[in-house]
Structures are given as C-alpha cells and as structure tokens.
C-alpha cells in the first residue's frame, strides 16, 4: 500500500497544481456582488393619502383621510397627527404606522407645487420703532385717517377707522388664531351666503 501511494504521488503534474492554485487565487481576488436585503414580508409601510376632514366631533386632533393600500383597496379612517404635522383639507400626507402601534399616523404634509415654487421671505429692509405712547397713521389723499397702528399692554393694535369697512379677497379669505372672539353691539350679527354654512366644533353652546 505504501508503495502505491509514492505511485501517485508521483504521478500528480504540477503544472495542474499551479493552474488550480492560479485559478483560486483569482477567485477569491475578484470582488463579488453584495448580497441583497431580503424584501419584507409585509410590503412597504409608508403611504401617501389625501385629508378630506379635519374636524372629529369628539376626537379632537385627528383628520379623516383616504387612501389607496398596497394592493389598490380603498380605505378611509380617522387617524391622529404627530405633533408639528397641521394638516388642513385637501392636503397630501404621509401615513406610516410604527411596529408596536395598532394604526397609522398622520407623520407628515407633502408641499404643494404652488408652495414650492413660492418665493422665500424677504429679508427685512427697514424696521420702524414706535413708542409707547404713539402710533402710525396712514390717511388718504384727502387726509382722512384709514388706520392706526399701536401698542398697548396686550400687544399691537391695528385699529380701522372709518364708518364702514369692507374686506375683500377674490377666493378665500381666512382669519386663524388660537382664540378667535367676534363681538357686536346692537346692529347684531347678519351672515349671509348663496352656498351652505358648514360649522364644526366638538361642542356647540347656545347662550
């Protein structure tokens, strides 16, 4: 048996030997394709919807959008906001629902073409300081005051002057605060519309 084995030992050609060793060398050197993630067996969690209400009656915070799923279902669902993600009708926002959350959130508001190609705010050419104790008033060509600008203890005043007032704006006009009071004297209150009044709230008090 021994003598068999220096046989084919013998026998081996090196030349052979060197081109496989060659041939190993050159594979290993050569870098290989990174290997790719394995998709997720549950798809995508990031989706994109349209707000069509943003007042619950009795889930204050939460907007009422709609949304195509992954597989082209059509669903709808009243659905909470991350703080900072104010959304208002007609807006497109980002739905993403976390691992550990049983639905999904509101985590963002795409720009709108027209928001976009809005021009960035000026920057400050001239600051006027007014005293405490007067104001600015703009008058017309005949020296009639029209409006007076003012500070007082509770912050600037804009004061109106004039009998009558009128505020126009060819589409919307909207006024927004965190508290917004309308008061009237004795000429009362008249609203009129050709269309419907719509008037949300999660309560409605009548004095």
């Known amino acids: 048996m021994w003598h068999d084995k220096v046989h084919l030992t013998a026998d081996i050609d090196l030349d052979d030997v060197r081109a496989s060793l060659r041939q190993l060398l050159q594979q290993a050197a050569t870098p290989t394709e990174p290997a790719r993630p394995a998709a ?6 990031s989706l994109v919807g349209e707000v069509m209400d943003t007042h619950h009656p009795d889930l204050p915070g939460r907007v009422f959008v ?5 597989t082209g279902q059509s669903c709808e669902q009243w659905l909470a906001c991350v703080r900072g993600a104010a959304a208002n009708r007609g807006d497109r926002v980002l739905l993403e629902q976390p691992a550990n959350w049983p639905e999904k959130l509101v985590t963002g508001v795409l720009i709108t073409d027209q928001e ?3 021009r960035p705010a000026e920057a400050v050419a001239q600051t006027l300081e007014l005293p405490h104790d007067q104001c600015v008033r703009i008058t017309d060509d005949a020296q009639r005051p029209l409006l007076e600008v003012y500070a007082s203890s509770q912050g600037p005043v804009v004061r109106l002057l004039g009998d009558a007032l009128t505020l ?6 909207k006024l927004q605060a965190e508290t917004l009071e309308l008061q009237a004297g004795r000429g ?8 419907d009044t719509v008037v949300r709230s999660r ?4 004095n």
């Not at 997720?40 to 969690?45: D, E, R």
């Not at 709609?66 to 992954?70: F, K, P, T, Y």
């Not at 126009?168 to 006009?173: G, H, R, V």
């Open 40 to 45: 997720s067996a549950g798809g995508g969690t």
């Open 66 to 70: 709609q949304w195509l799923s992954e």
């Open 116 to 118: 976009a190609s809005a």
């Open 168 to 173: 126009e704006a060819p589409k919307t006009l």
């Open 188 to 195: 009362g209150v008249d609203i009129r519309t050709e269309a």
């Open 203 to 206: 309560y409605i008090r009548l």
